[in-house]
C-alpha cells in the first residue's frame, strides 16, 4: 500500500519558535509537495520538490522553507513561527499531474 | 484565479439520493482530479479525467468533463452515509506536476 507519512500530527508552538514538519514516502515519486489547507480557500501550494535538491516555490513560500536530502523525505520549516501559520499542513507524493497520494496532515497552531 | 463561479458548497441530500458537484475553471486544463476528503484526513482521488474525455464512471461515481465550457462535474449515485465529506477538483494548467485545488464542496449525506 503507497504511503505518505507526516510527523507530527499535531504541534503547539509560541510566536517566534522555530517549526518542522516531516513527511516521507514509500513509493520513491520523484516529484513532492507542501501544502496548507484554511478554511474556505481549500488547498494552497507552499513548495514543490522535484527531486532531491531541487525545489521550487509554489503559489504561497512566504515563511517557509524545505529541505529535501533524500528522495523519500521532505521537510517543511518555518523559521520563527508567525500565529497567521496556524493552518493544517499537508505532504504529497506524485508525479506529473498523475494522481497525487497525500498524508494525514499536521494541525499546526503558533499561540 | 484558476476558478471561475465559486465552487465552495455545502449541501446536505439524504442517503438514497443522487447528488451532483460541478466545478468551473478558466484556463485550460489536461486533466481535472476529483478528490475526496473525510474529516481529519488528507484528500484522496476518486477520479481523474483527461481532457480527450467526457466522461468517467467507477462505481456510483459518474465525472463528466466539458472542455468548451471549462468545466467538470461530479455525480453521486445512491448516495449513502458513507459519501459524506468534503470533494475538491484539481486542474492542471500546464503539464509540470503542479495542481491547482478548488475550495471544495461539502457534502453531507443524512440517513
Known amino acids: 500500500d503507497m504511503k505518505v507519512t507526516q510527523m507530527p500530527r499535531y504541534l503547539i508552538k509560541r510566536m517566534g519558535e522555530n517549526v518542522l514538519l516531516e513527511c516521507g514516502q514509500d513509493m520513491s515519486h520523484e516529484t513532492m509537495y507542501w501544502y496548507r489547507q484554511d478554511p474556505g480557500l481549500g488547498l494552497q501550494l507552499i513548495y514543490i520538490s522535484y527531486d532531491v535538491d531541487s525545489n521550487s516555490e509554489g503559489d504561497i513560500p512566504k515563511g517557509y522553507r524545505v529541505s529535501r536530502k533524500k528522495r523519500e523525505h521532505f521537510s517543511l520549516i518555518l523559521d520563527s513561527a508567525k500565529t497567521n501559520q496556524t493552518s493544517v499542513y499537508f505532504c504529497a507524493a506524485g508525479t506529473g499531474v498523475a494522481e497525487q497520494f497525500f498524508g494525514p496532515g499536521t494541525r499546526l497552531t503558533v499561540l | 484565479s484558476q476558478w471561475g463561479e465559486e465552487n465552495l458548497q455545502a449541501l446536505s441530500i439524504q442517503e438514497g439520493e443522487d447528488v451532483t458537484m460541478n466545478c468551473s475553471y478558466k484556463t485550460y486544463t489536461t486533466v481535472v482530479h476529483w478528490y475526496r476528503q473525510d474529516s481529519g484526513r488528507g484528500p484522496a482521488l476518486i477520479i481523474l479525467?483527461?481532457?480527450?474525455?467526457r466522461e468517467k464512471r467507477s462505481g456510483r461515481l459518474r465525472a463528466t468533463l466539458d472542455t468548451s465550457s471549462q468545466s467538470s462535474s461530479l455525480s453521486i449515485t445512491a448516495a449513502q452515509c458513507e459519501d459524506t465529506a468534503v470533494y475538491f477538483c484539481?486542474?492542471?494548467?500546464?503539464?509540470?506536476?503542479?495542481?491547482?485545488f478548488g475550495q471544495g464542496t461539502s457534502l453531507s449525506v443524512v440517513p
Open positions: 484539481a486542474t492542471a494548467p500546464s503539464s509540470f506536476s503542479k495542481l491547482v
Open positions: 479525467i483527461r481532457s480527450n474525455e
